[in-house]
């Protein structure tokens, strides 16, 4: 038995495109079982019902369940990165391709999943101690999409 938690997703008939692609984005992605429609349905058959794939450790389940259902930001994923350049390697991979950026490190990918992208700085800045410094960097956030470590530090910093 597996313990812990797989995260499903749901697709409409794009889900093995969908693990593809982030397994590609994350280094240490990979997909795992693909299961297919068969003969009963609901789906045609031979097409994918469900693909396994993990990636940075999470195991996903990508569900091809139809347009019933679709993401929003009531759900997201945040991604921590150790710098500005991986942040910005996350960023430009997950909004390519019809991805959109939102704001606050807020993204969309092309399957209009939610994600955050934030740099481990960038969470230091807003919860720093002294709450100027904190209130100056949340604000400088708040007027951004991608987060950009060195505007945060310069607004942290009065500058």
Known sequence: MIKGFTTCLWFDGNAEEAAAFYVSVFEDGRIGRVARYTEAGPGPEGSVMVVEFEINGQRFVGLNGGPQ?????????????????????????????????????????????????????????????DPERAARATRAMLGMKKLDVAALRRAADGD
């Not at 150790?82 to 606050?104: F, I, K, N, R, S």
């Open 69 to 129: 259902f679709t993401f929003d930001e009531a759900v997201s994923f945040q991604v921590h990165c150790a710098d500005q350049a991986e942040a910005d390697h996350y960023w430009q991979a997950l909004t390519a391709d019809g991805g959109q950026e939102v704001a606050c490190g807020w993204l969309k990918d092309k399957f209009g999943l939610s994600w955050q992208v934030i740099p481990t700085e960038a969470l230091e800045l807003v919860a720093d101690p």
